[in-house]
């Protein structure tokens, strides 16, 4: 239900009525119940151009709202808000129609656009690490986002498999001979050595150059040793995308290494266009607003991370014809990508009207603040991180007895996976975020685990009622607010969905979860003696609770559980 949308387009003809335009009508939710329902606050604004009392022009527009069944009461509050009462009667029909819908009443969009959402993109020359667990998680939950919303999305797992490094990593590989498939399996360890060797062993760094400048002059032995490395290390990502339930498939790897034929061809655009200037040999684009130019090309000749990043841009506007380009990449980058953009626009390797975003965010903290590591020091692997979750969980679960060993596995699966991806899209992204096991499984608060409880005790409640359902009566304050509630998921997933922001999408979770439980607590379903209507009445409300909180998890890859 677009709410917002149809108040807007009221107050939009009371306007018109009383020949005032406002381009910006915004009706917001208001912030208490004493205040209705929704307010619009533009009269304040107005006053200065009209001239006139702010509460007069309120006092106009109230007149000229036109009847609707949608409007209980409006009322002029202090200098001239106008606060909105959405009726009950209405409230109740519109939860009726979505009772039974897979959708919940949420429409495609009538205009759906090509999205790339670049996320992920680990380095193939590390092991994944929890510096790739936040663009992972928040990737993927916008991207089925703007999926479900209708849009027409590419994910793209832009992965550094390209560079210096890698001549290393090939050289230990051939070092090892046949049969090195083995040191593969523990990628840590296998970089670890390589290094150590490459520190060490004069000979073997120098033979590393070499394989560098072999690989990337197309020397086939070198290319399949390479492949063979990027294949296995592939691999691996796959297991961690695996395991935390996240969409991305090998079809979706847009390689660095796949841009490396365009890349002369960028800086001969950029150099027709005018756009090139050298610097101490390298090939650099000035621009006004950064310090530091963006340097394209190196003076040795060879490419740079910003280099495959325009070939990427043209790529996804000229080929894909995506109109809204999504990265999804750590705060760091900011720089990065604020100058390869202004690059691509000035090139035109993007037209003007396509968006190219940069959806930052911050550090990984622990618990005292600092950069996640391992006790020693070291980078914590992501699949050892999944792996404790899980663990963890198990320990949290409480009603064991339930479940036999293999289905409390499986719980405890969906139980840590989803408090990790949780506890990360429930923050604003662009905080640094703090990772607490403590906080993060407990069964309070903003958490994964209220939400699957929740919905497992709305299922049992259902089960214990054979799921009749009846038409939706509003007794109550509670009852009304916890119906409207469910209506506003629609606006709330355009507002999440147009600021790339998952943790709009928990916030509203626990808001719903903790009306629910109120409501629940003051009308209950189950006691004997209770009118039969109101009790299906109830039911439905609780169903269309528990559907809200399916779907809006399963967005953010989720899963729920029909027992816990
Ligand atoms: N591989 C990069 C890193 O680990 C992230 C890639 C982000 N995407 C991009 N198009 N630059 O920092």
Do not use: I, N, R, V
């Given at each position: 239900m677009k709410i917002k949308e149809q108040l807007n387009s009221l107050i939009a003809d009371a306007l018109n009525a009383i020949n005032v335009t406002d381009s910006n009508i915004q009706v917001v939710e208001a912030g208490k119940p004493e205040f209705g329902d929704y307010q619009y606050n533009g009269a304040m604004g107005l006053a200065k151009i009209l001239k006139k009392k702010p509460r007069d022009i309120a006092q106009d527009i109230v007149a000229n709202i036109p009847n609707s069944d949608m409007i209980e009461k409006l009322e002029i509050a202090g200098p001239g808000f106008i606060n909105i009462t959405i009726s009950s009667k209405w409230i109740a029909k519109r939860v009726d129609e979505i009772k039974d819908d897979d959708r919940l009443g949420i429409a495609k969009k009538s205009n759906p656009i090509k999205v790339v959402v670049d996320y992920s993109g680990p380095n193939m020359a590390k092991q994944m690490h929890v510096g790739h667990l936040r663009s992972t998680i928040i990737g993927d939950t916008l991207a089925n986002l703007f999926t479900f919303l209708g849009d027409d999305v590419i994910r793209q797992n832009h992965i550094g498999d390209w560079g210096t490094q890698f001549g290393m990593l090939i050289a230990y590989l051939e070092e090892l001979g046949k049969g090195s498939e083995g040191s593969l399996k523990d990628l840590e360890q296998f970089y670890k050595d390589a290094k150590k060797r490459f520190d060490e062993d004069e000979a073997f760094a120098t033979k590393s150059r070499e394989y560098v400048v072999k690989l990337q002059g197309g020397d086939i032995h070198c290319l399949e040793l390479w492949e063979n490395f990027i294949d296995k290390s592939l691999g691996h990502c796959e297991e961690v995308y695996s395991k935390l339930g996240v969409n991305l498939t090998r079809d979706d790897v847009k390689a660095e290494s796949s841009y490396n034929d365009d890349l002369a061809n960028i800086i001969k655009e950029l150099e027709d266009k005018g756009l090139l200037q050298t610097s101490q040999g390298a090939k650099c684009v000035f621009l006004e607003d950064s310090p530091n130019p963006l340097i394209v090309?190196?003076?040795?000749?060879g490419y740079l991370y910003a280099t495959t990043d325009l070939a990427a841009i043209k790529f996804r506007c000229q080929?894909?014809?995506?109109?809204r380009v999504s990265y999804v990449v750590d705060a760091r980058q900011s720089e990065h990508f604020k100058q390869v953009f202004e690059v691509a626009k000035k090139a035109d390797f993007a037209p003007e009207d396509t968006i190219l975003e940069h959806i930052s965010f911050g550090m990984m903290l622990d618990k005292s603040g600092k950069p996640f590591k391992t006790r020693d020091g070291g980078t914590v692997k992501l699949i050892d991180l999944l792996d404790e979750a899980v663990q963890r969980a198990k320990k949290s679960i409480t009603r064991r007895d339930t479940f036999n060993e293999n289905e409390l596995e499986k719980v405890a699966e969906i139980v840590g996976i989803g408090a990790v991806k949780y506890s990360d899209l429930s923050i604003n992204r662009e905080s640094n975020y703090i990772f607490d096991w403590d906080k993060m499984l407990s069964l309070d608060g903003n958490t994964s685990l209220y939400q699957q409880y929740a919905y497992a005790r709305i299922q049992s409640i259902l089960r214990k009622s054979e799921r009749v359902l009846g038409d939706i009566k509003i007794g109550d304050e509670l009852e009304r607010r916890l119906a409207l509630k469910l209506l506003q998921l629609e606006d709330i997933l355009i507002t999440t969905a147009k600021d790339a922001k998952p943790h709009y999408i928990a916030s509203y979770l626990y808001d719903l979860t903790t009306l629910f439980m109120k409501f629940y607590e003051n009308n209950p379903i189950l006691k004997d003696g209770i009118d039969e209507d109101i009790k299906k009445s109830r039911l439905a409300l609780a169903s269309v609770v528990a559907n809200t909180i399916k779907l809006s998890l399963d967005i953010m890859g989720i899963a729920v559980l029909e027992r816990l």
């Open positions: 090309q190196k003076s040795d000749g080929k894909l014809k995506a109109k």
